[in-house]
Nanobody
């Protein structure tokens, strides 16, 4: 399984970015998918997740600003980020699991639940 992220960049506060993740060896329609982020000196943080039944989850700090979605036909995962803040600055990673992650665990963004992770794309908000 390989996950390749794209779409990161530098934006001003209040701006928007759309991250994309293109998996190979895995189908987004049958998998649990998530976005994590990590800033220097901090632990990885789960940002958003989507299950194969289209249930979504968001960490509190991004609710109302970020939207996770997937395109089953294109086998792609997206993260639309709006009203970006400096504290959103981080390396963003796409993560995946073949497993159906049950609630309430799904809402806890456990890194161990997602064995596959991409190299990341940097998002910088100033």
């Amino acid at each position: 399984v390989q996950l390749v992220e794209s779409g990161g960049g530098s934006v001003q506060t209040g701006g928007s970015l759309r991250l994309s993740c293109a998996p190979s060896g895995l189908s987004v329609s049958d998998s649990s998918m998530a976005w994590f982020r990590q800033s220097p000196g901090k632990e990885p943080e789960g940002v958003a997740a989507i299950r194969r039944d289209d249930l979504t989850a968001y960490t509190n700090s991004v609710k109302g600003r970020f939207t996770i979605s997937k395109d089953n036909a294109e086998n792609s995962l997206f993260l639309q980020m709006s009203n970006l803040k400096p504290e959103d600055t981080a390396m963003y990673y796409c993560a995946a699991s073949h497993s159906f992650i049950l609630t309430p665990r799904f809402y806890r963004f456990e890194s161990s639940d997602y064995p596959y992770r991409g190299q990341g794309t940097q998002v910088t908000v100033s």
